[in-house]
């Protein structure tokens, strides 16, 4: 079954840092999303990603926050001068369509920790 | 804002029983509902959907049913496996915003004991 894969797994940092989290969509998915969840609360929408720009983006979703499809299978999302409160899981997502019959594909998430 | 939440945040059945997790949700305009579940250390997996012109679907063990009079989703297991237990998500969407852009409730618990 096609999967959404995420790299890495598990990343520490220092405030302050820039990280960059990745992720491959499932190949014939053209709609790229970022969600997070911040230990103990609900998974939040950060953004979504169609034909090379964004299309919505939450109020999370701040200029510490930026996404790009460097090619065709890699879609990232880069948080500059990361915070303490930063530190969440991050679910990328792909869907084929944006649709009522729109089903979102999670990776597993990367974990971000920032100390 | 308007938001998705869940009834109760944990559930405890015993193996072979039915389970029902509960949700209820704020924004009338929504015409899409899921729900997940998400193992420990993954991502969310996509378990049952239904549309606003619905009020039941049927899958597999699964039931989701939908009363749009006052704004509840529920899920029903049935026979409930203890590789069931998880934590259930119900999300929301549509009515004006893009299908991707899901609200996700709190969550429950559900643990099954063997």
């Known amino acids: 079954e096609p999967e959404v894969t995420q790299t890495p797994s598990h990343q520490v940092t220092q405030m302050g840092q820039e990280v960059i989290l990745r992720c491959v969509p499932i190949s014939n998915h053209l709609y790229f999303y970022w969600y997070r969840q911040i230990l103990g609360q609900k998974v939040e929408f950060l953004v979504s990603?169609?034909?090379?720009?964004?299309?919505?983006k939450s109020e999370i979703f701040d200029d510490q926050f930026s996404v790009e499809r460097p090619d065709g299978s890699n879609f990232t999302l880069k948080i500059r001068s990361t915070k303490l409160e930063d530190s969440a899981m991050y679910f990328c997502?792909?869907?084929?369509?944006?649709?009522?019959?729109?089903?979102?594909?999670f990776g597993a998430g990367s974990r971000l920790t920032v100390l | 804002g308007e938001s998705v939440g869940l009834h109760l945040p944990t559930l405890s059945v015993q193996e072979g029983d039915n389970s029902i997790i509960n949700c209820a949700y704020s924004?009338?305009?929504?015409?899409?509902f899921i729900w997940y579940k998400q193992e420990s250390g993954k991502g969310p997996q996509f378990i049952i959907d239904?549309?606003?012109?619905?009020d039941k679907r049927q899958g597999q063990r699964v039931t989701v049913l939908l009363n749009k009079t006052v704004k509840h989703l529920s899920l029903q297991i049935a026979a409930t496996q203890p590789g069931d237990s998880a934590v259930y998500f119900c999300a929301e969407t549509g009515g004006g915003t893009s299908y991707g852009k899901l609200t996700f409730g709190q969550g429950t618990i559900l643990t099954v004991h063997p």
């Open positions: 239904i549309r606003s012109n619905m």
């Open positions: 997502a792909s869907s084929q369509e944006d649709s009522g019959a729109n089903v979102l594909t």
């Open positions: 924004n009338s305009a929504s015409d899409y």
């Open positions: 990603f169609y034909n090379n720009e964004i299309s919505e």
